[in-house]
């Protein structure tokens, strides 16, 4: 199975790891990933809690397409709720 690669710019192959999905049992709200992602692949989104009937923030993907495979988004997310996996061609 062949992955999508890149070059880095010292000239070293690189594999982008594009999001697939965020835990949100796990995502706390804290937007640490929103402000790292500079393509608006994510938004908040409130979750209802039917148990305890109250709501709370997560994020959410609302712009899959834009994702350009950096991992910064998940790199500062303290809980690690993302996942994410390379494009195959």
């Known amino acids: 199975m062949a992955y ?17 999905a965020i ?3 796990k995502c706390i709200g804290c937007g640490r990933c ?5 393509r608006s ?6 979750l209802e809690d039917e148990e305890t009937e109250s709501t709370r923030m ?7 397409a834009n ?5 910064g988004c998940g790199v500062t997310c303290a809980k ?6 390379p494009m195959t061609i």
């Open 34 to 38: 929103y402000k790292a992602c500079s």
């Open 58 to 64: 997560v994020m959410s993907i609302i712009n899959e």
């Open 80 to 85: 690690k709720a993302f996942s994410f996996k």
């Open 67 to 71: 994702c350009v495979g950096c991992v």
């Open 4 to 20: 999508l690669t890149g070059k880095t710019k010292g000239g070293k192959d690189w594999t982008p790891s594009f999001i697939e």
């Open 23 to 25: 835990d949100h049992e």
């Open 41 to 46: 692949v994510l938004g908040p989104e409130d």
